[in-house]
């Protein structure tokens, strides 16, 4: 399969999933994508990856971008970062966590909130 092939096999798959279909053809009602779902792949190169990685989740954050970020891809070291801005996610949602015993639960709060920490020069280390 040549690069065209490809790129005209990923556009129909895209196109079949934003519209409920799987790769088999068949129909999931209420599981289509927003046709404006943006997602984010990052990769590789190990630990340095992983530091760079970081640098351009907090470009991202500090340009707004992140919080319109529906779903992200990792792969090697670059799983760290990936890892990383998962687990805050999640301590933000759970009770007791670092959105407090009442977690902010609004659209967009969690997302604000790991932006902010992300560009915040000064913020504590996540636990």
Known sequence: MNQNQTNTAQQTWLQKLKSGQDRSGGIHP??????????????????????????VL???????????????????????????LGRFFDLLHAPGGLGGPHPNRSPGAAQERVAGELINQSSCPIK
Do not use: E, M, N
């Open 58 to 84: 907090q470009a991202l954050a500090k340009s707004g971008w992140l919080r319109h970020v529906d779903y992200l891809s990792t792969t090697s070291g670059v799983g760290y970062a990936g890892g990383f």
């Open 30 to 55: 209420g599981k289509r994508l927003p046709f404006d779902a943006l997602g984010l792949a990052l990769s590789g190169a190990g630990v340095r990856g992983a530091a760079f990685c970081i640098g």
